[in-house]
């Protein structure tokens, strides 16, 4: 469950990064260069990772502080190590 | 300048990702878990990768090539490798 | 402070990534052919991160879960998110 | 075949790597502080990628660019282009 500090400020990144990925489309059909197209799609990936970043520090500071507050942290660990395994490899 | 098989694919790709985030979006506005999140941010990102890769794929074939073979890839070359540090920093 | 299972595993793992970084300087002095050079240097980074997630695992379960059930956790988690955007970027 | 500036270039880092990762070794046996371990492991992969690149640019000025100018390009690029897959997801 996202908190609503961190919904608003993902909401907000995830619509200019849409712009972006539209932009990117726009630059494809006006045969732009593609080094300009790959640089811009460099740029909406790490801001997608900013995403990634601010969700899972709310992450932490709910869903994973119950869990290990309440003694089940394991199952909650794990499954972020998991997370974690997949957006870096 | 994009060739056209390269123009067709990536605008399918893009169009394709602009709907993960907007999906992406309505799972943060619905309260969906975080990790379910974070994983559907992670698959977004790894399709805008592959966008890269086709475009950069298409630039060796035309930009690059051409430079190579008129004898002038030095800077073609760089700014490749600078577009790559950029890409995986 | 690194879990003993912990330093026994990550340490197993650095031995062989000292061993593979050894490997690919002599593939450079014989000659190899680059690609093979990369993949081996690609391969080299995968098990590398492999050992952050290993200690970043066992840092989850000692030191942040040790800080959340005392109920002082911003400090560790801003410090795990900062240490994450170094790791990704 | 690596170029003989990327081989002394390559292999002076590539020493540089492997003390880090000795040193990685040595902080994780003193039970350092997991952050500084994370950190210390992350300086280590970057400067592999750097060790990559170097070699990847040399491939592209001499192999890549010896395939192109002999009208044989599509093997070097599909295999560069693989290579770089690996090396991002």
Redesign the interface.
Request: net charge positive.
């Given at each position: 469950?996202?908190k609503e500090s961190v919904?608003t400020n993902?909401?907000d990144r995830?619509?200019k990064?849409?712009g972006q990925?539209?932009g990117?489309?726009k630059m494809?059909?006006n045969?732009?260069?593609?080094?300009d197209?790959?640089?811009q799609?460099?740029a909406?990936?790490?801001a997608?990772?900013m995403?990634?970043?601010i969700?899972?520090?709310?992450?932490?500071?709910?869903?994973?502080?119950d869990a290990?507050?309440s003694g089940e942290?394991k199952e909650k660990?794990d499954?972020?190590?998991d997370?974690?395994?997949?957006?870096?490899?």
């Open positions: 469950m996202v919904k993902s909401l995830l619509k990064i849409e990925i539209r990117i489309q494809i059909e045969g732009r260069y593609c080094i197209i790959i640089n799609i460099t909406a990936g790490k997608l990772d995403v990634s970043l969700v899972m520090k709310g992450h932490l500071e709910t869903c994973v502080s290990i507050q942290s660990i499954e972020l190590i997370t974690l395994y997949k957006f870096i490899k």
